[in-house]
T-cell receptor, first 112, second 112 residues
Framework: GQQVMQIPQYQHVQEGEDFTTYCNSSTTLSNIQWYKQRPGGHPVFLIQLVKSGEVKKQKRLTFQFGEAKKNSSLHITATQTTDVGTYFCAGQRYSSASKIIFGSGTRLSIRP | KAGVTQTPRYLIKTRGQQVTLSCSPISGHRSVSWYQQTPGQGLQFLFEYFSETQRNKGNFPGRFSGRQFSNSRSEMNVSTLELGDSALYLC???????????FGPGTRLTVL
């Protein structure tokens, strides 16, 4: 079945350092979404990528969707303590009626 | 708009019992998805309901079931509880298709 793999599982960085998490799907995706879950909270939508090779930015966050629409990345520049949490990618295959499969998440912790 | 609400927020049950969890989606949203979140397994998709019909299903045993009512509210039922069912159960609503998943705060189920 469809799988969405995410690496690394954990990342511990010094405040101010950059952070990147990678998401890979075993199948071509129609779109990919990214979510952030703060400790003790629930996942919150960050962004959706739909087009091949798409790049979107939100302040210090840069999201990319691969040309083959099978991989994606989230890069955070100059991390801050507010970036702490688990970042999930979620891919959807085929049609809009197909289920959304979440990656295993990358937990980001930051040393002040 | 009010967000996704889930009740109860916390639940303690013993092995062999059954439990029903409730989710009220954002007004106007017709899709409700259920996820199980555990520290070791991440976010696992249970099922999605759209306009009272189960549209997608994950790889969970038949002990896990759900339904959706005409007002889009959804319930999830777990019968014959096992220790391994202890988890945070999250529901998410959307307009359907590729739209953003809006998550509720979750119900934390503990099985003793």
């Amino acid at each position: 079945g469809q799988q969405v793999m995410q690496i690394p599982q954990y990342q511990h960085v010094q405040e101010g350092e950059d952070f990147t998490t990678y998401c890979n799907s075993s199948t071509t995706l129609s779109n990919i979404q990214w979510y952030k879950q703060r400790p003790g909270g629930h996942p919150v939508f960050l962004i959706q990528l739909v087009k091949s090779g798409e790049v979107k930015k939100q302040k210090r966050l840069t999201f990319q969707f691969g040309e083959a629409k099978k991989n994606s990345s989230l890069h955070i520049t100059a991390t801050q303590t507010t970036d702490v949490g688990t970042y999930f990618c979620a891919g959807q295959r085929y049609s809009s009626a197909s289920k959304i499969i979440f990656g295993s998440g990358t937990r980001l912790s930051i040393r002040p | 708009k009010a967000g996704v609400t889930q009740t109860p927020r916390y639940l303690i049950k013993t092995r062999g019992q059954q439990v029903t969890l409730s989710c009220s989606p954002i007004s106007g949203h017709r899709s409700v998805s259920w996820y199980q979140q555990t520290p070791g397994q991440g976010l696992q998709f249970l099922f999605e309901y759209f306009s009272e019909t189960q549209r997608n299903k994950g790889n969970f045993p038949g002990r896990f079931s759900g339904r959706q009512f005409s007002n889009s509210r959804s319930e999830m039922n777990v019968s014959t509880l096992e220790l391994g069912d202890s988890a945070l159960y999250l529901c998410a609503s959307s307009n359907g298709g590729t739209d953003t998943q809006y998550f509720g705060p979750g119900t934390r189920l503990t099985v003793l």
